[in-house]
């Protein structure tokens, strides 16, 4: 019998399985709090910190749980591929730091602002700037890391006298700026874009029809389906040009069902922008939702069977057979329960406010 | 010089250093105040006693601001060992890396998906489901604590594993999680929750009496507080001395610095049995320049023997000696905090049995209440320097004996480490100014302000609620459905 060949099959059999959670552990975390931080871009352009707080208190009881699907992809990314975690994040430290940065901004103002008298202005602008520098830097970021990135193995501190040390694991090798195209900073753009989006979606399902800021999320929420519909269309040229990966894939002989994708995803769009016009706000958002989950289905599905193109597949990225069986044991199970109570939390604050009502004494 | 003290290795460890220590100055109180919170709604539940619901919802907000800067300063925990020590990351992980899983998903989300109930839930969700939010804000914390602690305790003692392949891959779990430094780690760090929090709500409670502000209200609150310290703190004190004996045994080098011990026997062949209390280590990290010393106490504590032998820097070659100035310092500061708090507890409780932990009579003699406030301060000040002995003290390795700190460094430049250490610098102590600050507020504002349960669960107009709390009636989903025009 042949061991090996099983615990090979094993291996990628699970590792697959944890790529695809990965996979949705990004999806919840650009979903839900896409939303939020698309509010925080939305608030740069409030008139007064009322506004600016009504906002923050609208998602006073779930921005955490929202935010902390990024903790958990990270989580994820380091229990079920440590080699990507360690060399990914490397390569991606100018704008995760600068992601974090933000993300640090708009957790104080959160909790400062409602307590502030005189800096009130000062902790509106931090969540409000928080939330525009998040999404274009974590944009950047995943730009970046579809262009994939250098490697080699021994020593990454390159620049130290360190006495001879080997190793076979393949490390983070380019400079501080590699990240750094013309693509990627575009991707940074389509991210904010993207959350400006869905964050007028939910301010229009979360305020009451009439209300100031509602009347405002309407038109923000108008111009900004066409700006994503056409950072859309962008970024598939653009990634088609520059990607060989992509471009085989997508012209492949599955072509058909690449363009079909694209037809549903133009008829999600299509609904999101119906009902919103129409004043089905909640039935808008859930619309463009759609949007992102099969955008970002058809990206994943496209990278395959790499889990950064060009550089770590999933295979190789994966820890060893005993781990992923362990990770697999464990933490499969509270993936629908961790899903459950996000959901039961969000369902308790559902409901639409008003401007004056929300803010009055939180 | 170690070359984990040359300046790419030491900057990279002071920007890991820097972003830890401010991160743990938010997540003890909200270990062990979650904890309390859940007590005092208990009491409040099963009494009825409106006085245990306003502490309740005045220590809350203490708790949220500080959870809200834990948040903020740990997301980019999550991120930093990638970030900073990557290929040290890319090795522990099919350990470390599947525990740091385990604590996201078992412990990070757990929390963030009860806290908002817990925190702007009141009078949305039934009384039991609020307990029920509290209390697993409490478990889910402490599990994050539990999880940390077996990943960090696992690189100062890596049982259960074997490096191949340039992995650190896993041959027993039970060995590895269960490894000889979190049996007594883990329970040394979650009682230090338990003691900070005791120590905070304490130190609140007595800044209120001594203004004369709600002071009965706040005697009730320090009695309970007071009794409590009474039993935790001289458990911690036994924990700890557990915690020194298990790094004698298993990290003789890390032992060493802490204790300033450089020679293993005496220039005439004896054993060196003294203890120092005040060393100055030389800049070869080979003897001290200056110590006063006591003799046998250091055998006493590590053998319990009048002339064992304790293993001395010298017994290690010099590049693989830790420096000694933080951790020897450090370690002297935690225990004498240690014994401070003990004493206090001791104090009030004294007090106490001679009937004169009364609002009134505790003011007339106010040092009692001086010293219980100055000590809500301490407890960070050893949890501080408790962590820097265990950090500093493991170098130069990162995994214990098997991975040199040096190896496990990200690749970056001076200038990528340098940027790092600047921003967090200025966003941490943003974090910490305006955390500490609005704590001020938040205490100088006092519990006058809050409204009384039973205005939770009745009220008036909906569009009076606000998010606060108050909101009783849930607006509820149909009208986000289908628009109202």
């Known amino acids: 019998m042949d061991f090996t060949h099983d615990i090979v099959r094993i291996t990628s059999?699970?590792?697959?399985?944890?790529?695809?959670?990965?996979?949705?552990?990004?999806?919840?975390?650009?979903?839900?709090?896409?939303?939020?931080?698309?509010?925080?871009?939305?608030?740069?352009?409030?008139?007064?910190?009322?506004?600016?707080?009504?906002?923050?208190?609208?998602?006073?009881?779930?921005?955490?749980?929202?935010?902390?699907?990024?903790?958990?992809?990270?989580?994820?990314?380091?229990g079920a591929f440590p080699l990507v975690y360690g060399s990914a994040?490397?390569?991606?430290?100018?704008?995760?730091?600068?992601?974090?940065?933000?993300?640090?901004?708009?957790?104080?103002?959160f909790e400062f602002h409602v307590h502030?008298?005189?800096?009130?202005?000062?902790?509106?602008?931090?969540?409000?700037?928080?939330?525009?520098?998040?999404?274009?830097?974590?944009?950047?970021?995943?730009?970046?890391?579809?262009?994939?990135?250098?490697?080699?193995?021994?020593?990454?501190?390159?620049?130290?006298?360190?006495?001879?040390?080997?190793?076979?694991?393949?490390?983070?090798?380019?400079?501080?700026?590699?990240w750094l195209t013309p693509f990627s900073i575009w991707t940074g753009f389509g991210a904010v874009i993207a959350a400006g989006l869905a964050g007028g979606l939910y301010l229009c399902a979360r305020f009451v029809p009439g209300d100031v800021i509602h009347q405002r999320a309407k038109g923000w929420?108008?111009?900004?389906?066409?700006?994503?519909?056409?950072?859309?269309?962008?970024?598939?040229?653009?990634?088609?040009?520059?990607?060989?990966?992509?471009?085989?894939?997508?012209?492949?002989?599955?072509?058909?069902?690449?363009?079909?994708?694209?037809?549903?995803?133009?008829?999600?769009?299509?609904?999101?922008?119906?009902?919103?016009s129409a004043g089905h706000n909640f039935v808008a958002l859930l619309w463009g939702e759609g949007v992102v989950v099969l955008l970002w289905a058809a990206m994943w599905a496209t990278m395959y069977p790499y889990i950064v193109p060009g550089t770590w597949t999933i295979q190789e990225a994966a820890n060893p057979a005993n781990s992923l069986a362990v990770f697999t044991l464990f933490m499969t199970g509270f993936v629908p329960i961790m899903i459950m109570y996000n959901w039961y939390q969000i369902w308790v604050f559902r409901g639409r406010f008003t401007k004056k009502s929300i803010y009055a004494a939180h | 010089m170690i070359i984990e003290n040359s300046l790419p290795v030491l900057l990279s460890r002071l920007d890991f250093a820097w972003i830890t220590t401010m991160h743990i100055l938010w997540t003890p109180l909200t270990i062990g105040m979650s904890w309390l919170l859940f007590f005092l709604e208990i009491a409040w539940l099963r009494t009825g006693d409106e006085r245990w619901y306003k502490l309740n919802r005045f220590f809350e907000k203490i708790f949220i601001i500080n959870f809200g800067a834990g948040v903020a300063t740990g997301v980019t925990m999550e991120m930093a060992f990638g970030i900073l020590y990557g290929p040290f990351s890319q090795a522990a992980g099919p350990f470390f890396g599947n525990i740091l899983g385990f604590e996201t998903i078992t412990a990070f989300m757990y929390e963030a998906g009860f806290i908002g109930l817990m925190v702007f839930g009141w009078g949305k969700v039934s009384k039991g489901m609020h307990a029920f939010a509290t209390f697993n804000v409490g478990l889910s914390s402490s599990l994050s604590a539990m999880w940390i602690l077996v990943a960090n305790s696992w690189m100062q003692t890596p049982n259960g594993v074997v490096l191949k392949d340039g992995l650190f891959q896993v041959e027993n779990w039970w060995h590895a999680i269960l490894n000889d430094n979190f049996i007594w780690g883990f329970p040394h760090m979650w009682v230090a929750t338990v003691e900070l929090s005791l120590f905070v709500m304490a130190g609140v409670s007595a800044w209120f009496i001594l203004k004369n502000r709600n002071a009965d209200l706040f005697t009730k609150m320090l009695k309970p507080t007071l009794l409590a310290l009474l039993i935790v703190t001289p458990i911690q004190i036994f924990i700890g001395d557990s915690v020194g004996k298990d790094v004698a045994d298993t990290q003789p080098t890390s032992l060493a610095a802490m204790e300033g011990h450089y020679h293993t026997y005496l220039p005439d062949g004896k054993p060196n049995t003294s203890w120092n209390l005040i060393a100055i280590p030389n800049a070869n990290n080979d003897g001290n320049l200056f110590q006063i010393s006591i003799p046998h106490v250091l055998s006493l504590l590590e053998t319990h023997t009048w002339d064992g032998v304790v293993k001395g820097m010298d017994q290690f070659a010099?590049?693989?000696?830790?420096?000694?100035?933080?951790?020897?310092?450090?370690?002297?500061?935690?225990?004498?905090?240690?014994?401070?708090?003990?004493?206090?507890?001791?104090?009030?409780?004294?007090?106490?049995?001679?009937?004169?932990?009364?609002?009134?009579?505790?003011?007339?003699?106010?040092?009692?209440?001086?010293?219980?406030?100055?000590?809500?301060?301490?407890?960070?000040?050893?949890?501080?320097?408790?962590?820097?002995?265990?950090?500093?003290?493991?170098?130069?390795?990162?995994?214990?004996?098997?991975?040199r700190t040096y190896q496990g460094v990200s690749h970056m430049s001076v200038a990528q480490e340098v940027i790092w250490f600047a921003g967090y610098i200025v966003f941490e102590l943003l974090v910490w100014a305006g955390a500490w600050y609005f704590f001020a507020r938040v205490i100088a504002k006092g519990v006058d302000g809050i409204a009384p349960s039973d205005q939770l669960f009745h009220h008036g107009e909906e569009g009076d609620a606000h998010a606060g709390g108050g909101h009783a009636q849930a607006s509820f989903a149909k009208p986000m459905l289908k628009a109202e025009r």
């Open chain 2, 318 to 403: 010099p590049e693989d000696r830790p420096d000694v100035w933080v951790p020897f310092y450090s370690f002297r500061v935690m225990v004498a905090i240690g014994f401070f708090l003990f004493f206090v507890a001791l104090w009030g409780n004294w007090l106490r049995l001679r009937g004169k932990l009364s609002a009134e009579s505790l003011r007339k003699s106010p040092w009692f209440l001086r010293a219980v406030i100055f000590s809500a301060f301490l407890p960070y000040l050893a949890i501080w320097t408790g962590w820097w002995v265990r950090e500093i003290g493991r170098q130069p390795w990162v995994v214990y004996g098997q991975m």
């Open chain 1, 221 to 276: 929420t108008s111009l900004f389906s066409l700006l994503a519909l056409a950072a859309i269309v962008v970024t598939l040229v653009w990634s088609y040009a520059i990607f060989p990966w992509a471009a085989a894939k997508w012209t492949g002989p599955n072509w058909w069902v690449w363009a079909a994708w694209i037809v549903i995803v133009l008829f999600f769009a299509f609904k999101s922008m119906s009902n919103h």
């Open chain 1, 13 to 78: 059999a699970l590792s697959t399985w944890w790529w695809i959670l990965l996979g949705l552990m990004f999806l919840f975390y650009i979903a839900l709090d896409g939303a939020d931080l698309g509010a925080g871009i939305f608030a740069l352009f409030s008139k007064d910190e009322d506004e600016r707080g009504a906002i923050m208190a609208s998602m006073a009881g779930f921005w955490d749980g929202n935010e902390t699907w990024l903790v958990v992809a990270g989580g994820v990314l380091f």
């Open chain 1, 89 to 109: 994040f490397n390569y991606l430290m100018i704008p995760l730091m600068i992601a974090l940065w933000a993300i640090i901004m708009r957790a104080v103002a």
């Open chain 1, 116 to 178: 502030a008298r005189s800096s009130r202005k000062v902790w509106g602008w931090f969540f409000a700037i928080g939330s525009l520098l998040a999404p274009f830097f974590a944009g950047v970021a995943l730009g970046a890391a579809l262009q994939g990135f250098p490697m080699e193995n021994g020593l990454a501190m390159a620049h130290i006298a360190g006495r001879d040390y080997t190793t076979p694991v393949m490390h983070f090798s380019g400079n501080a700026l590699t």
